[in-house]
């Protein structure tokens, strides 16, 4: 399908590429094409083009202090951050913290530690809007606890958690680590980077290529790699740097926090007028998300949500239900299921994630086709 025959509207599964990051990536992948770690003419121009990347990524982060690993994505930098943190640590304690709505990248991990490696996993209910409280993390820390891992914002349902007091929360801590998903919200919204001890995203949602991404984290923090070899990125991800990646992620970077404030002003104007519209039909949809307007999050009453995503995309609109990660294979909405709902709403959610490209008209579409399919669906 042509793209601009679509509405795309499921931005927090994946964003379209500007033209101006694939234009970065496919200038570094011809005109440096060498191993970055040669030591030749050629590989030590790669070499430093990398090093300038990653200083570039940490200056607009404003986290120029900190160490960033290239991973292929948030799920590597997720499993990197907590697995390699906690089993770096484990002689300190066998305790981790995590929220029960984070994402499966985080989820699948805890699980693991619990199931092969002895850890014990505390996983912190959210209130009715989808966020963590501060006395719940509070009362869940023992003195074997060495690793605190908290979503800045969720996937499904947009809920945004309090970072900056979860890192006050913590500093009387010292021997805690506060790790944090920024997956939706880099490049989205502003938060306290250079308080948190590790945090990781993915290029792909902030319009840049797949298989991009990073962690960054405090200097002072050691981790056992997941990948051993030839002793890349500061022996924590070894294997041949894709240079014209990280170019590419750099670029994104940069070009949505130079507009940060002006999209989030564009974004909110569209998310309300599809709350307003939720709001008017209570009989047919309960809204599930609540301040963020990147990610608008409801259910259908008396609809099956799967039939409703499929018709959507038939007239050329795409949303999605659950997360897009575990749309195949799970038909329940865990995070909406978290919220206290009961299983027929956390069964049948749609979920419309906006980006700065998107128009009002585009919005309005939306609700004049939802109008007649939710008519029309038996």
Do not use: W
Not at 353 to 364: A, K, L, P, Q, Y
Not at 371 to 376: A, P, T
């Amino acid at each position: 399908m042509v793209q601009d025959k679509i509405i795309y509207l499921d931005n927090a599964s994946t964003t379209i590429v500007k033209p101006e990051v694939l234009d970065a990536y496919c200038k570094a992948k011809t005109q440096f094409f060498a191993n970055p770690s040669s030591i030749h003419i050629c590989g030590q121009e790669a070499g430093r083009l990398l090093d300038k990347a990653r200083e570039q990524i940490l200056n607009t982060l404003n986290v120029a202090g900190d160490e960033l690993i290239f991973t292929s994505g948030a799920t590597e930098a997720n499993n990197l951050a907590i697995k390699g943190y906690a089993l770096r640590y484990q002689n300190r304690g066998k305790h981790i913290i995590v929220s029960n709505i984070e994402h499966p990248s985080v989820l699948e991990v805890a699980k693991q530690l619990e199931e092969q490696f002895g850890f014990e996993v505390t996983y912190l209910p959210v209130n009715k809007e989808g966020v963590v409280e501060l006395e719940t993390l509070k009362k869940a820390i023992r003195k074997d606890t060495i690793l605190v891992s908290i979503m800045a914002v969720n996937n499904e349902i947009g809920s945004i958690n309090p970072i900056r007091e979860i890192a006050n929360l913590l500093k009387d801590y010292p021997l805690i680590s506060f790790h944090v998903d920024c997956t939706q919200a880099i490049g989205k919204i502003k938060l306290p980077l250079n308080e948190i001890d590790m945090f990781s995203f993915s290029g792909h949602k902030i319009h840049g290529l797949n298989s991009s991404g990073c962690l960054i984290k405090k200097k002072k923090i050691e981790l056992l790699p997941l990948l051993n070899g030839g002793g890349q990125e500061d022996g924590l991800r070894s294997g041949t740097n894709d240079l014209a990646l990280a170019v590419s992620l750099a670029k994104a970077i940069r070009l949505e926090y130079e507009k940060i404030d002006k999209n989030y002003a564009k974004v909110q104007v569209l998310a309300e007028k599809l709350k307003e519209y939720i709001k008017t039909k209570d009989s047919l949809y309960e809204l599930n998300s609540s301040d963020n307007p990147y990610i608008v999050n409801f259910s259908l009453k008396t609809k099956k949500a799967s039939v409703l995503v499929e018709a959507l995309s038939t007239k050329g609109i795409m949303v999605s239900s659950t997360s897009a990660c575990k749309a195949k294979e799970e038909p329940i909405s865990y995070v909406v299921k978290a919220l206290g709902k009961s299983d027929a709403l956390a069964h049948n959610t749609i979920r419309v994630s906006f980006s700065e490209d998107n128009t009002i008209e585009e919005v309005n579409k939306f609700i004049e086709v939802l109008d007649i399919l939710v008519e029309e669906i038996k």
